[in-house]
Antibody, heavy 119, light 106 residues
């Protein structure tokens, strides 16, 4: 069974940093591109970032470019999101998600971890 | 950037009703449109990909259609488990989501 378990969320002040982790199981992690997607309270999901299978290619939404860094450790089956210079508008539930094989869309999501940015 | 516009934003329906949700893309996106179902406190669940392909394990009462810029999700006979919020997403490039359609009990 595919499982994605996020951790590392919490309350942080504006300008602060957090590192999210996502532990994957039930599939060969190193074969899949992975994403971070966030969802502010009462709003729709918003794609944040993706990373390819070996970490050599990444992409970011304009709203987080230069502040967030996605990475992965295939030996540990773990995806990361380093978030720096956090803003109030970064407050959201952050989901780890698995990209589908070939040209298919995201096919599995974690349960999410809440990041709250407030003074 | 491509924008995805869903309608309606809220839909009131009864068990057994046929329900249709529309998603429009601001630019041509070919077949690269997915539909997701989300329940409170959970991550979204993939229902449809390539605009009309049913994800494995998803009930056949769900169907998708469309190509290019106009897409629809249809639930042929609404079941109690289907009351949820539905999102479309374009997945060739920037991956924007629609704003969602909440299907609630009438």
């Amino acid at each position: 069974e595919v499982q994605l378990v996020e951790s590392g969320g919490g309350l942080v002040q504006p300008g602060g940093s957090l590192r999210l982790s996502c532990e994957a199981s039930g599939f060969t992690f190193s074969n899949y591109w992975m994403h971070w997607v966030r969802q502010a309270p009462g709003k729709g999901p918003v794609w944040v970032s993706y990373i390819n299978t070996d970490g050599s290619s990444t992409n970011y939404a304009d709203s987080v470019k230069g502040r967030f860094t996605i990475s992965r450790d295939n030996a540990k089956n773990t995806l990361y999101l380093q978030m720096n210079s956090l803003r109030v508008e970064d407050t959201a539930v952050y989901y780890c998600a698995r990209d589908g094989i070939s040209d298919r869309p995201i096919d599995y999501w974690g349960q999410g971890t809440l990041v709250a940015v407030s003074s | 950037d491509i924008q995805m516009t869903q309608s309606p934003s809220t839909l009131s329906a009864s068990v057994g009703d046929r329900v249709t949700i529309t998603c429009r893309a601001s630019q041509f996106i070919s077949k690269y449109l997915a539909w997701y179902q989300q329940k409170p406190g959970k991550g979204p669940k993939l229902l449809i990909y390539h605009a009309s392909s049913l994800e494995s394990g998803v009930p056949s009462r769900f169907s998708g259609s469309g190509f290019g810029t106009e897409f629809t999700l249809t639930i042929s006979s609404l079941q109690p488990d289907d009351f949820a919020t539905y999102y479309c997403q374009q997945y060739d490039g920037s991956r924007p989501f629609g704003q969602g359609t909440k299907v609630e009990i009438k």
